[in-house]
DNA sequence: TAATTATATATGCCAACACATCTATGTACT
DNA sequence: AGTACATAGATGTGTTGGCATATATAATTA
């Protein structure tokens, strides 16, 4: 649903663009926010174009079929409509959690061993965040406004990883106590 | 693709049920951890019975058509695999943060309104997740194995609200920040 | 007694998404 | 010259999920 969304802020913010660009933009941008694979992003186009929101040119310069996209005056008012709709709390809904609520069925010590390799997993993208942070700083040279709210975006991923990374350990710690009891 | 093993996981450790036992047993347990519709749960039990995993009986005693399904032992075997697998860390994928990676196009003051309605909504779960605590420790009584790990799961939810709650705060100071430098 | 709610199952439909696959061209490396 | 990779677009297919809706019975409430 938001696919549709994060095109037309990609076509509103960067401008006139590829779908081939707009798939590397999500990759060097809002990646870790979104998520968006190629023949996602074409066919969610081909729907922006027929709603009007887009319009297609081919790039005669480009040998490869290249096609550029443009987001129309319907598009920016469908995409500001979008940016100003109420933010809505969605649901945690997580299989790892579940299968800690079935923690009495799982054979003791395995739990243990998943949220301690897990623990591993959130430290190294803790890494790779920070490694986004060095990429935003040299963005902001040009464009201070973009940086400032990517690094809000940022932000929430460092908060929630952190968080995670408490719960792996706290949990841990708890499991332990939970094997020193019996 | 977890709503089976969810199901699978209910019927192994509160036996066997019938679909809309399933549906109460999700909305008063894992809930806050995973979401399941009613005919969801339909469906996905037809799949676990053409897999196997579980075997179907009608209610004699019920004149609803009521059927009971329970796990079979390939099911308990599926179930082991799934709750032994890896624990794999899912990407970030939230509306409200696309929203804020393109807050340049945003009207200026609207951002701020948004993230502080948000944080009201968080409050309100925290204080649902506050409530779950008591209900926890009521099944405590019969059943502390089950409420250990409920526990666990319960303060992931608690973190990672935390977590959102303090994003709120300082996001919305930051944006105050923002509009006294200009 | 009538209306509503809870119990119980089922189907239809559509959007979103993931994954595989196909085609074709230009570029860089070996 | 051949291989691999990056660029560029497109289609097929299957799963999950969400929402609406239909059916029927039992229990509760007005």
Redesign the interface.
Known sequence: ??LK??IL?IL??AGPQSGYDIKTYFEE??S????ADLPQIYRTLDQLEQAKYVVVEADPTNARNRKVYTITEEGQKA??E??????????????????????????PG?LKQ??A??RN??TE?LQQYHAVKTLIAQHAEQYP??A???T??L???L??T???L??CD??IQ?LDD?ETRE
């Open positions: 649903m938001s969304f994060g802020g509103a913010s941008g809002p870790y926010v979104w998520q995409l500001q979008w940016l100003q709709e109420d933010f809505e709390c969605s649901p945690i809904r997580e299989a790892n959690l579940l299968r800690v609520f079935f923690g009495t069925l799982t054979p395995i998943q949220v390799a897990q997993q959130f993208i406004k973009d400032f709210f990517w809000l975006t932000q929430a991923g908060k929630l952190q968080a995670w408490e719960w706290e949990t708890q939970l």
